[in-house]
């Protein structure tokens, strides 16, 4: 062990652990995104993400990890965002199919 008091040892790895952590989730991260949004965009995403955001992050996996109650608010919270933001896309295509469809003299 690097020190002799046990205490010393465990803010050791702490640190340790939780930058390996840190490192590992945000190559994770930007591994997930750089398939469907390209290399830089997927560092821009990853690295200026702002102080609220990474607090919510934390209360949200903070939350999900104490309880199955937990877990299921934020599983649930998480899918109704999926379900939101594909409605939208979902949205967005019918208005276009419509516009392209329209002759340019009717609106």
């Known amino acids: 062990m690097p020190s ?3 205490a010393t040892n465990l803010v050791i790895a702490d640190i340790v ?3 390996a952590g840190g490192l590992l989730r945000d190559r994770l991260e ?5 398939k469907s949004h ?8 990853v690295d200026k993400r702002g102080l609220a955001s990474s607090l919510a992050l934390y209360g949200a996996s903070r939350l999900a990890r104490r309880s199955p109650l937990g ?3 934020v599983a649930g919270g998480l899918a109704a965002k999926v379900f939101y ?3 939208k896309r979902l949205e967005k ?8 469809e329209t002759p340019e003299g009717e609106s």
């Open 4 to 6: 002799p008091v046990a």
């Open 17 to 19: 652990l939780r930058a």
């Open 30 to 34: 930007k591994g997930l995104l750089v």
């Open 38 to 45: 390209g290399q830089d965009k997927a560092d821009k995403l």
């Open 71 to 73: 877990l299921a608010v």
């Open 85 to 87: 933001d594909r409605g």
């Open 93 to 100: 295509k019918a208005r276009a199919k419509d516009l392209k």
